[in-house]
């Protein structure tokens, strides 16, 4: 790593410049704030609890499941062999 200050060549490890003691590590160009977090996470609950009643509102327009589906008595009469049809 170059030394903005005195162009002194150091190794990338190096916190402080070899030559003129310069301070090479760079303080974070940003750093979140409680404000930051507390929006980030309001934002994520919000699509999460608006994504989960949507797929919920388009899954309950599907139809059953076979198994769970209602099926007239007509259209199975094997499964009512007791059952006399009507006429
Ligand atoms: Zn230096």
């Given amino acids: 790593m170059k030394c903005p200050n005195c162009g002194y060549e150091n190794r990338a490890n190096f916190k402080f410049c070899k030559k003129c003691g310069n301070d090479l590590t760079l303080p974070p160009a940003w750093f979140p704030t409680w404000k930051w977090h507390l ?49």
């Fill in 39 to 87: 929006k980030t996470l309001s934002w994520i609950y919000l699509i999460l609890i608006a994504v989960f009643f949507i797929a919920s509102y388009f899954l309950r327009k599907l139809p059953p499941p076979y198994h769970i589906r209602k099926i007239p008595d007509e259209m199975t009469p094997w499964l009512h062999p007791h059952k006399v049809p009507p006429p």
